[in-house]
Every structure is written in structure tokens, then in C-alpha cells.
């Protein structure tokens, strides 16, 4: 009698370097996997890895009838027509009650779409974030499923084992109904935007401003990391700021271009929340001086018009790293607040049932903005599930408070002295204009009514009114 092979438990389309470290994650917790692409050379590279646990597929069939029931099919490829292909491609091969997982960075609003178009057909979908990069899907990343309960409840038990650990607890969870697990997922990136903006000025003030060496530089940077701004993204900085060629007497940092590219998911972070009316102008700055640095033959041209930056001071740089440190602390601070305020109001607009201190829980490890400050966050949504913005969690407060007088300083010297650092400023502004309890928007709304009778609200009286304010003068 001859033995049936052995079904495979999870199958995953795109054999990418993330869909193919992922697959081996999950072969590595007891899991017998597939994957599938349409590239010979990366299913032959990945049957040479583990055959034992893990079969690479060209033919969507094979790959297909490869696995158990419910078939469990993941798409790590491009977001975008990509995702709809691939999904027209896999659905003649499936059942209804099969799962498919879309584990890119898809836009939310097409997540709800295929959400809602695999329910009618009977098919389960989840979309999930992940985030972690290349070391992430290998060894344990933050993962944000969202969409069908029940789906992610079949596969729970394999994403906590193949999830980033933080005292013990997976750094995965169901994130909520529908499109939440993206939305999620970019609110990460969009935070992951700001924070690489204000490491960035950071770098300029010090390198610009300051004129430490690069050396210097290093150095303050991995101090910063083993202290209250310890973070994934500080410790790779602090590896860039060491890293040289063999043979070279400098940085290769300083032979890249100063031209930032991106893939569009801080764009959506803004687009979103300026659709809920809400602001971030923190991430909204830092998607835009991206942007910018594109423009480089006009700066080039810009810069023989104007003079160079000025050192900050002449004297006592390590009072001003103090100060920057200040500055940093405090607007790491206001870039997480801002996304997690965008999430509180998400919530409200699309039912999506978010748990915010859960989503602060799973970005402790795994994830691109992993930081020590995250368990400040988990904190303080752990002890007022309904808080509404960081700022007024009064641990936090005291943080902002005790770290005011440095970013008040770093901002005016570095105008002062022609040095740009539009994220510091962009942190400041809004904690500024967050507090104020009269801020100048009545003039606006004005305005408003003078050349487009747009009507205004009085303070203590109910109703809309207009005025012929033409007729006073």
C-alpha cells in the first residue's frame, strides 16, 4: 500500500526574502510549509534550505493540493493589482472556508474590499502587518492580523510560535474587525517615518551644527541607545555611524546620495488622518522632507544662493547634546503620541474594536519601532483603556515637562543659525498650539464667514451666525 505524502500546514506565495525567511521561521516550529513563485530560480533556492519540512512550487496546483484543510495560504508580494492577481490566480484552487492571509503592506482601503469580497464567496481573509524586516520574518516578528475572527483563530497557535517573544508574551494579536490589522500596521510605518526624520536632524545637528566627528557622533548615538531612548532604530544608526568599507579611511554613509526613497505608506498615514481630521503634522513633515530631498539638483542650486549653517556653539557641545537629548526624548514622545491618537480616532470613525494598549504590547519587540518607551505607552493604555492621548497620562507628563526646555533650545539655536530640523520644530508646534485653550483659529473662522459667509459659532450661544463685516468698517 502506498503512503500518502504529508499534507503541508501552511502554504505562502512569493518567495521574496521575507516570505522565504518567514517560511523557514515556521519550519523551524514544528511546521511542515510550501511556497510558491513563479521564479524557478527562488523555488529551487528554497527546496536546497530544508526539504524535509519545507517543498517550493512553480505549479499553483501542486502547490495547492500540497497542503491540509482548511488550506492556509499566505501572499507576501507587492501591494496594489499585484494582491488582486495573485488572489484570482489561487481562488479556483481553494475551497470555501479556506484561509488566504495578505501579509504585504496593503492599503486599508482595499483590504476592506477584499474582505468583504472573500465573505461573499465563503473564503476566510485576514491582512495582516508585519513588520521586523529581513531579521524580523527569520527570527520573530510583530505581527497585525486583522479581518476574520475566526480565520485568525486557526492560525493563531502558529504566528504566536513564529512571533518575537517580550517577557514571554508573543508580539502578535488580533488586531480587529475588517481592515484593522493594515490600518495598524501603517500607523507603524507612518510613526516609523518621523522617528527615522528626527534621527536624521539629529545627525545634521550634530554633524553640522555641533561639527563633532564621525567618531563623535557614534558615540552618541550608542550612548542614547543604552538609555531611556533605547531603540531598533537608534542601534542600527549607532551601526551606520561605525560602518566602513574595507580599505576606506571613511563612512560609507558619506558616499550615499541624500535622496530618501519610500514605498508610500507614510503618505497614507497622512492621507488617512487628514480624511478623519485629525493632525500629525510630526509624520506629515517627515513624508514631505522626503519628498524634498528628491529635488536635489534645485537644493544644489539653492545652496551656491545662501550661506552655509553656523556652528550652534563654539563652546561646551556636551551641554548641547544634553539638550538635543532633551529635544529627541520629546518628540520620540509626540511622534508616537500623534499615531496612536490617529488610532484612537480610526477606531471611532470604522468600528475596526482596537485595543490600543495591545497594539503598544506587540510593537515592544519584532518591529521596526520597537523602544524602551513603548513600555510607557503599554502603561499607560494598560491603566486608562479610554485615554485618549498620550499627553495626558500623567507619567508621560511629567516626561514632557522635565524634557520642555530642550527641545525649546535646540529649535531656536538651530533657526537661529540656518540649520533645518523641521521635525523638531513640527514636535514643538504642536505640543504648543495641543495645550493652548485659545488658539488663534477664531480669526480663521472669520475669515471664513468675510469672503465666503461660511457662518462661525459665539462663545456661550447656540446656533450659526453671520455677519455683513464689510458693512462695519
Not at 65 to 92: F, H, Q, R, Y
Not at 96 to 106: A, E, K, L, M, R
Not at 257 to 266: M, N, W
Not at 361 to 383: N, V
Request: charged content about 20%; aromatic content about 10%.
Amino acid at each position: 500500500m502506498i503512503k500518502a505524502p504529508k499534507k503541508n500546514t501552511f502554504g505562502m506565495i512569493g518567495l521574496g526574502t521575507m516570505g522565504s525567511n518567514l517560511l523557514q521561521n515556521i519550519a523551524d516550529h514544528g511546521y511542515a510549509c510550501a511556497g510558491y513563485d513563479i521564479s524557478a530560480e527562488k523555488v529551487s533556492a528554497l527546496n536546497t534550505i530544508n526539504p524535509e519540512s519545507i517543498q517550493g512550487f512553480t505549479d499553483m496546483s501542486a502547490f495547492t493540493n500540497s497542503l491540509s484543510t482548511p488550506k492556509i495560504v499566505m501572499l507576501l508580494v507587492p501591494a496594489g493589482k499585484i494582491v488582486d492577481s495573485v488572489i484570482e490566480e489561487l481562488l479556483p484552487f481553494l475551497d470555501q472556508g479556506d484561509i488566504i492571509i495578505d501579509g504585504g503592506n496593503s492599503h486599508f482601503l482595499d483590504t476592506d474590499r477584499r474582505y468583504l469580497d472573500l465573505e461573499s464567496k465563503g473564503y476566510h481573509f485576514i491582512g495582516m502587518g508585519v513588520s521586523g524586516g529581513e531579521e524580523g520574518a527569520r527570527r520573530g516578528p510583530s505581527m497585525m492580523p486583522g479581518g476574520d475572527k475566526k480565520a485568525y483563530e486557526a492560525v493563531e497557535p502558529i504566528l504566536t510560535k513564529i512571533a518575537a517573544q517580550v517577557n514571554g508574551d508573543p508580539t502578535v494579536a488580533f488586531m480587529g474587525n475588517r481592515s484593522a490589522g493594515h490600518f495598524v500596521k501603517m500607523v507603524h510605518n507612518g510613526i516609523e517615518y518621523a522617528l527615522m526624520q528626527l534621527i536624521a536632524e539629529t545627525y545634521e545637528v550634530l554633524k553640522n551644527g555641533l561639527h563633532l566627528h564621525d567618531d563623535a557622533i557614534h558615540s552618541v548615538f550608542k550612548t542614547w541607545n543604552e538609555g531611556r531612548l533605547q531603540s531598533y532604530l537608534l542601534e542600527i544608526t549607532s551601526d551606520i555611524l561605525a560602518y566602513k568599507e574595507t580599505g576606506s579611511d571613511h563612512l560609507l554613509l558619506d558616499d550615499i546620495k541624500d535622496e530618501a526613497k519610500s514605498k508610500g505608506t507614510g503618505k497614507w498615514t497622512s492621507q488617512a488622518a487628514m480624511d478623519l481630521n485629525l493632525p500629525i503634522p510630526l509624520i506629515d513633515i517627515a513624508v514631505s522632507m522626503r519628498d524634498l530631498s528628491k529635488y536635489k539638483d534645485l537644493r544644489i542650486k539653492a545652496s551656491t544662493m545662501y550661506p552655509d549653517a553656523e556652528n550652534i556653539h563654539s563652546q561646551n557641545s556636551n551641554k548641547q547634546i544634553a539638550k538635543l537629548e532633551q529635544a529627541f526624548y520629546f518628540s520620540m514622545v509626540s511622534a508616537y503620541a500623534q499615531g496612536m491618537h490617529l488610532l484612537y480616532r480610526a477606531n471611532e470613525e470604522y468600528d475596526y474594536k482596537l485595543n490600543l494598549d495591545v497594539i503598544a504590547k506587540i510593537w515592544r519587540g519584532g518591529c521596526i519601532i520597537r523602544s524602551e518607551f513603548l513600555e510607557d505607552i503599554y502603561a499607560a493604555y494598560t491603566t486608562d483603556s479610554e485615554l485618549k492621548h498620550l499627553f495626558l497620562n500623567r507619567t508621560i507628563h511629567l516626561h514632557l515637562e522635565n524634557s520642555i526646555a530642550g527641545i525649546r533650545n535646540i529649535v531656536s539655536d538651530c533657526a537661529l543659525k540656518g540649520i533645518a530640523v523641521p521635525a523638531f520644530s513640527a514636535a514643538l508646534g504642536y505640543f504648543d498650539n495641543f495645550r493652548n485653550d485659545e488658539m488663534p483659529a477664531n480669526l480663521i473662522q472669520a475669515q471664513r464667514d468675510y469672503f465666503g459667509s461660511h457662518t462661525y459659532e459665539l462663545k456661550g450661544k447656540e446656533g450659526s451666525f453671520h455677519t455683513e463685516w464689510e458693512a462695519g468698517n
